[in-house]
C-alpha cells in the first residue's frame, strides 16, 4: 500500500495522559498536513510541513500539542495532558508541493477518545 | 481570519434529483479544491480549479470558479445513492481552511 498511513486507527485514553500519533506519507510527496475533525464538522487545519520545516500552525495548536517531522519524511504529532475536547479524528495528508497546493491525500486517520 | 462559507450545511434529495453546494469567499481565492467524504471515510480529493470563471466536468459532476474568483459551485446532476457524503470545498493557496461541507443524503 503506497498510501498515507496513520497508526493508530483508534487510541482510547484517560484525561491527563500524553497521547502520539504517526503519519506516514506517501514518499515522494515533501508536504505533510495535521487537520482535527469532529463530528459534523470540516476539517480543522493544525499544522503543515514542507520537508522537515514546520511552516504554519493554526491557533488550535495550543502549548499542549507539538508535532515533529524529523527527517522529512514521517511525522508525529503529540498531545499532551489530554483533555476530552480533545476527542477527535486526527486526519494527516500530504502533497506534493509547487506553486500552488497540489491535490492532499488523506489517511484514514486516527481516531482519539478521551475518556 | 480568512475562511470559506459553505451552503447548505445538509441537502437531503430523492434519487434522481440534482443536488449543489456553493462555496463563498470574502477574498479572491488563487485555487478551490472540493473534497467528497463518504460516511466513516476520509475526504478525497475531486477536482482543482484555478482559473476565472473555470468550469469543469467529471460525469454527472459540474465545477464552477467564479469569474472574481470569490465562489465556487459543486452541481450533481440525477443523484445516485453512491452521491452520499459529505462535500467540502478547500482553499490551499491560503490558509489551508476546509469549507464547513454540505452533507449530502439520498432517499432511494
Known amino acids: 500500500d503506497t498510501g498515507v498511513s496513520q497508526d493508530p486507527r483508534h487510541k482510547i485514553t484517560k484525561r491527563g495522559q500524553n497521547v502520539t500519533f504517526r503519519c506516514d506519507p506517501i514518499?515522494?510527496?515533501?508536504?505533510l498536513y495535521w487537520y482535527r475533525q469532529t463530528l459534523g464538522q470540516g476539517p480543522e487545519f493544525l499544522t503543515y510541513?514542507?520537508?522537515?520545516?514546520?511552516?504554519?500552525k493554526s491557533r488550535l495548536l495550543s502549548d499542549r500539542f507539538s508535532a515533529e517531522r524529523p527527517k522529512g519524511s514521517f511525522s508525529t504529532l503529540e498531545i499532551q495532558r489530554t483533555e476530552q475536547g480533545d476527542s477527535a479524528m486526527y486526519l494527516c495528508?500530504?502533497?506534493?508541493?509547487?506553486?500552488?497546493?497540489?491535490?492532499?491525500?488523506f489517511g484514514e486517520g486516527s481516531r482519539l477518545t478521551v475518556l | 481570519g480568512q475562511q470559506v462559507m459553505q451552503i447548505p450545511q445538509y441537502q437531503h434529495v430523492q434519487e434522481g434529483e440534482d443536488f449543489t453546494t456553493y462555496c463563498n469567499s470574502s477574498?479572491?481565492?488563487?485555487?478551490i479544491q472540493w473534497y467528497k467524504q463518504r460516511p466513516g471515510g476520509h475526504p478525497v480529493f475531486l477536482i482543482q480549479?484555478?482559473?476565472?470563471?473555470e468550469v469543469k466536468k467529471q460525469k454527472r459532476l459540474t465545477f464552477q470558479f467564479g469569474e472574481a474568483k470569490k465562489n465556487s459551485s459543486l452541481h450533481i446532476t440525477a443523484t445516485q445513492t453512491t452521491d452520499v457524503g459529505t462535500y467540502f470545498c478547500?482553499?490551499?493557496?491560503?490558509?489551508?481552511?476546509f469549507g464547513q461541507g454540505t452533507r449530502l443524503t439520498i432517499n432511494p
Open positions: 495528508a500530504s502533497s506534493l508541493s509547487g506553486g500552488l497546493t497540489g491535490e492532499l491525500f
Open positions: 514518499s515522494e510527496h515533501n508536504r
Open positions: 510541513f514542507q520537508n522537515e520545516a514546520q511552516l504554519e
Open positions: 477574498t479572491t481565492l488563487s485555487n
Open positions: 480549479l484555478v482559473k476565472s470563471g
Open positions: 478547500f482553499q490551499g493557496a491560503q490558509k489551508l481552511v
